[in-house]
């Protein structure tokens, strides 16, 4: 069983950043990825990284947002940066079934065995 958890949430304004981590248990180098939901909508991928590094991005935020591991550690990090009100939702974690997505796969949930429970970004305008 594998157990993953988020922090460094919390609340910024507009324009500012922040940087979330994601720590998982156990060993192994699966593709992770980083998905949010926002209140009364469905959950949506962000970001995803390969076990070789490879990095996939929702269009909404690519060049603001970058996705990086420490297999030495486990962990997972997102670096969110120029954050708008939309950005705003809970973040979540997730472990591939797979070292290897790439992007026709990464943003698909049904490739995740494990989920965090989430860490809230509240962005405010």
């Known amino acids: 069983q594998v157990h993953l958890m988020e922090s460094g949430g919390g609340s910024v304004q507009a324009g500012g950043s922040m940087k979330l981590s994601c720590a998982a248990s156990g060993s192994g180098n699966n593709c992770m990825g980083w998905f949010r939901q926002a209140p009364g909508q469905e959950r949506e991928e962000v970001a995803g990284?390969?076990?070789?590094?490879?990095?996939s991005y929702a269009d909404s935020v690519k060049g603001r947002f970058t996705i990086t591991r420490d297999n030495a550690k486990n962990k997972v990090y997102l670096q969110m940066n120029n954050l708008n009100p939309e950005d705003t939702a809970m973040y979540y974690c997730?472990?591939?079934?797979?070292?290897?997505?790439?992007?026709?796969?990464?943003?698909?949930?049904?490739?995740?065995?494990?989920w965090g429970q989430g860490t809230q970004v509240t962005v405010s305008s």
């Open positions: 997730a472990r591939g079934r797979r070292g290897y997505l790439g992007s026709s796969y990464w943003a698909r949930e049904s490739e995740y065995a494990y």
């Open positions: 990284i390969d076990s070789d590094g490879t990095t």
